[in-house]
C-alpha cells in the first residue's frame, strides 16, 4: 500500500479549523509544515503533497461585494514549489509533490523549478500536473474569463511533452567535469529540444542536468474524461476522490487500461484516492468526533463551499431542504461536480445534506471509525482493486494527523500492507516506478 500525507491546511473539513484542538495558523507556518513532513517521514509514508491555486478562492464573486465566501479557511497559502525546497532540506526519505498548473505557467520554467528541486531533496521531487480549476485564477492573468475546460487539456498535453521533453536535455554521464582535459561536458551529450507546436516553442537544452531519479515523478489529479486519458499518457501518481468501491474500481480500471495506447503498463501508476480519517477508540467515540466538527460548520458556509461547483447558478435562492437543483455544467471542476451531483441523486440528498457533505471534506471519501475499521476499508480496496493508496487528506491539523500515524499506521504495518523500512532513497523507487529512460541516449 502506498501512501501519501496531502496537507490541505489549515484543514479539509471548512469548519476544522475552529475545533478547539486545531492550530490555525498552519496554512502560512513553516515550523508548523516541518513537524508534520518530519512526522509522515517518520510514519513511513511514500510523500506529502500541496494542491495550487493561483488565485483567492472565491475572489470572482468578492471582487463583486459577495461576503458569503469571505469565511471560507482555504484563502492564503505558502507558494508550494518553494515550500518544498525548504522541507527537503529537514528531511532524508519522504517524497515531495506539488501542483504547478499548465494553465498559468510555462514548460521552461516548469521544468527548472522540479528539476532543481529533485536536486535538492536527493531525488524525492514530484509535479502534479493540472490545468487550472477555480475560475478565479484567470482574474490574475489578463483574461476575463477562464480559459474552456478542453483548451485547457489540449494545452496540458503539449506542456508535459515540452517539460519531459527539457527533462531529457543532458543524458546521465553528460558532465565530465575533467580538470586535466579542460573539458566540462560531452556535447555530444547535450541534445536540443526544438518544440514547435499549437501552444509552445521551445528550443532547449534545459540548464539543469538530469536529476537523481531521471525526472522528477509526475503526479495528475483530474478525474474527467480528459484527465483520465491525460493521466493514461503522462502519470506517474494519480490523485483522485473517489467515495465508493465500485465506482473506484471502475475508475482504477479505467484508467490503468489507457496505459497501453500510450506505450506504458498499468504498473507505471499508483492509483491514490483521497481519504479522510476520523478515528475514535470506539465507534460512537469517533462518530461523535464527526458531529462534533460537523457542529461548527454553518449553513452558510457549506453552500459556499459547494457554489464552487454550480457554475455560476446561485443555489441560496433554492430550499435547502429541497432536492438539490439541475445545475449547468461547469467549466471548471468537471468531473467532481459529476461526483456531488451523483451522490445527491443516489442517496436523495436535500440541499443542505449534500452541501454539508461536501464541505465536510471537498468530495473526498470520509471514513468514521477505530483504527482497526479504519485499515479494514484501506485494505479492502487495494486488495480489490480500487487503489493502490491513499492520500490522506486531514479536517484540521495537527490532531487527527498524529492520531493516524499513531494509531492507524501500526495498524497496517501489523497485517503486513504498509512498510516498515524505506525500500530506497528516491521517491520512485519508494513508490516501485521505474526510471523514465533518456530518449536520446535510448536511440
Same mark, same amino acid.
Given at each position: 500500500?502506498?501512501?501519501?500525507?496531502?496537507?490541505?491546511?489549515?484543514?479539509?473539513?471548512?469548519?476544522? @479549523?475552529?475545533?478547539?484542538?486545531?492550530?490555525?495558523?498552519?496554512?502560512?507556518?513553516?515550523?508548523?509544515?516541518?513537524?508534520?513532513?518530519?512526522?509522515?517521514?517518520?510514519?513511513?509514508?511514500?510523500?506529502?503533497?500541496?494542491?495550487?491555486?493561483?488565485?483567492? /478562492?472565491?475572489?470572482?464573486?468578492?471582487?463583486?461585494?459577495?461576503?458569503?465566501?469571505?469565511?471560507?479557511?482555504?484563502?492564503?497559502?505558502?507558494?508550494?514549489?518553494?515550500?518544498?525546497?525548504?522541507?527537503?532540506?529537514?528531511?532524508?526519505?519522504?517524497?515531495?509533490?506539488?501542483?504547478?498548473?499548465?494553465?498559468?505557467?510555462?514548460?521552461?520554467?516548469?521544468?527548472?523549478?522540479?528539476?532543481?528541486?529533485?536536486?535538492?531533496? /536527493?531525488?524525492?521531487?514530484? =509535479?502534479?500536473?493540472?490545468?487550472?480549476?477555480?475560475?478565479?485564477?484567470?482574474?490574475?492573468?489578463?483574461?476575463?474569463?477562464?480559459?474552456?475546460?478542453?483548451?485547457?487539456?489540449?494545452?496540458?498535453?503539449?506542456?508535459?511533452?515540452?517539460?519531459?521533453?527539457? @527533462?531529457?536535455?543532458?543524458?546521465?554521464?553528460?558532465?565530465?567535469?575533467?580538470?586535466?582535459?579542460?573539458? =566540462?561536458?560531452?556535447?555530444?551529450?547535450?541534445?536540443?529540444?526544438?518544440?514547435?507546436?499549437?501552444?509552445?516553442?521551445?528550443?532547449?537544452?534545459?540548464?539543469?542536468?538530469?536529476?537523481?531519479?531521471?525526472?522528477?515523478?509526475?503526479?495528475?489529479? /483530474?478525474?474527467?474524461?480528459?484527465?483520465?486519458?491525460?493521466?493514461?499518457?503522462?502519470?506517474?501518481?494519480?490523485?483522485?476522490?473517489?467515495?465508493?468501491?465500485?465506482?473506484?474500481?471502475?475508475?482504477?480500471?479505467?484508467?490503468?487500461?489507457?496505459? @497501453?495506447?500510450?506505450?506504458?503498463?498499468?504498473?507505471?501508476?499508483?492509483?491514490?484516492?483521497?481519504?479522510?480519517?476520523?478515528?475514535?477508540?470506539?465507534?460512537?467515540?469517533?462518530?461523535?468526533?464527526?458531529?462534533?466538527?460537523?457542529?461548527?460548520?454553518?449553513?452558510?458556509?457549506?453552500?459556499?463551499?459547494?457554489?464552487?461547483?454550480?457554475?455560476?447558478?446561485?443555489?441560496?435562492?433554492?430550499?435547502?431542504?429541497?432536492?438539490?437543483?439541475?445545475?449547468?455544467?461547469?467549466?471548471?471542476?468537471?468531473?467532481?461536480?459529476?461526483?456531488?451531483?451523483?451522490?445527491?441523486?443516489?442517496?436523495?440528498?436535500?440541499?443542505?445534506?449534500?452541501?454539508?457533505?461536501?464541505?465536510?471534506?471537498?468530495?473526498?471519501?470520509?471514513?468514521?471509525?477505530?483504527?482497526?475499521?479504519?485499515?479494514?476499508?484501506?485494505?479492502?480496496?487495494?486488495?480489490?482493486?480500487?487503489?493502490?493508496?491513499?492520500?490522506?487528506?486531514?479536517?484540521?491539523?495537527?490532531?487527527?494527523?498524529?492520531?493516524?500515524?499513531?494509531?492507524?499506521?501500526?495498524?497496517?504495518?501489523?497485517? /503486513?500492507?504498509?512498510?516498515?523500512?524505506?525500500?530506497?532513497?528516491?521517491?520512485?523507487?519508494?513508490?516501485?516506478?521505474?526510471?523514465?529512460?533518456?530518449?536520446?541516449?535510448?536511440?
Amino acid at each position: 500500500m502506498k501512501l501519501g500525507a496531502f496537507f490541505s491546511t489549515p484543514g479539509n473539513h471548512l469548519s476544522g @479549523w475552529r475545533h478547539p484542538s486545531a492550530v490555525t495558523t498552519t496554512d502560512m507556518d513553516f515550523r508548523q509544515y516541518m513537524a508534520l513532513t518530519q512526522l509522515a517521514e517518520a510514519a513511513k509514508f511514500d510523500t506529502i503533497f500541496f494542491q495550487d491555486t493561483v488565485a483567492v /478562492g472565491g475572489s470572482n464573486a468578492m471582487a463583486h461585494g459577495d461576503r458569503s465566501k469571505a469565511q471560507l479557511s482555504r484563502i492564503v497559502k505558502l507558494e508550494p514549489t518553494a515550500l518544498l525546497a525548504a522541507l527537503a532540506t529537514g528531511t532524508t526519505h519522504i517524497g515531495l509533490i506539488a501542483t504547478a498548473t499548465t494553465t498559468f505557467n510555462e514548460p521552461y520554467n516548469i521544468a527548472r523549478r522540479f528539476s532543481t528541486i529533485d536536486h535538492i531533496s /536527493g531525488g524525492r521531487c514530484g =509535479w502534479n500536473l493540472v490545468t487550472s480549476q477555480i475560475e478565479d485564477e484567470a482574474g490574475n492573468f489578463g483574461l476575463e474569463e477562464h480559459v474552456n475546460h478542453a483548451a485547457r487539456y489540449e494545452r496540458a498535453a503539449e506542456f508535459y511533452d515540452v517539460v519531459t521533453g527539457l @527533462w531529457d536535455s543532458w543524458e546521465e554521464d553528460a558532465f565530465l567535469h575533467d580538470k586535466d582535459s579542460g573539458i =566540462w561536458f560531452d556535447f555530444d551529450k547535450m541534445h536540443f529540444l526544438n518544440h514547435k507546436g499549437k501552444h509552445f516553442q521551445v528550443r532547449g537544452p534545459l540548464n539543469v542536468s538530469r536529476t537523481p531519479q531521471g525526472r522528477p515523478v509526475v503526479a495528475q489529479a /483530474g478525474s474527467s474524461e480528459p484527465g483520465m486519458e491525460l493521466a493514461g499518457k503522462t502519470a506517474d501518481v494519480v490523485f483522485t476522490a473517489q467515495t465508493e468501491l465500485a465506482a473506484a474500481q471502475a475508475f482504477y480500471a479505467e484508467v490503468k487500461s489507457r496505459t @497501453w495506447r500510450h506505450g506504458r503498463t498499468p504498473d507505471d501508476i499508483k492509483i491514490m484516492p483521497g481519504l479522510t480519517p476520523v478515528i475514535g477508540r470506539t465507534m460512537s467515540e469517533a462518530q461523535e468526533k464527526y458531529d462534533e466538527l460537523q457542529s461548527l460548520l454553518p449553513d452558510e458556509i457549506a453552500l459556499a463551499s459547494l457554489s464552487r461547483f454550480t457554475a455560476g447558478l446561485d443555489i441560496r435562492k433554492f430550499p435547502l431542504d429541497g432536492p438539490l437543483p439541475e445545475l449547468p455544467e461547469t467549466n471548471s471542476a468537471k468531473s467532481r461536480q459529476k461526483m456531488v451531483v451523483d451522490l445527491a441523486r443516489r442517496e436523495n440528498m436535500t440541499l443542505r445534506q449534500i452541501a454539508r457533505h461536501t464541505a465536510a471534506a471537498q468530495g473526498h471519501r470520509v471514513v468514521v471509525g477505530t483504527p482497526k475499521m479504519i485499515a479494514d476499508e484501506m485494505e479492502e480496496w487495494v486488495v480489490k482493486g480500487g487503489a493502490d493508496g491513499f492520500c490522506v487528506i486531514c479536517n484540521y491539523y495537527p490532531k487527527p494527523f498524529t492520531d493516524f500515524c499513531d494509531l492507524v499506521i501500526p495498524e497496517l504495518q501489523r497485517r /503486513g500492507v504498509f512498510r516498515t523500512e524505506y525500500e530506497g532513497t528516491t521517491l520512485r523507487e519508494n513508490l516501485g516506478l521505474k526510471v523514465p529512460p533518456n530518449r536520446y541516449a535510448q536511440r
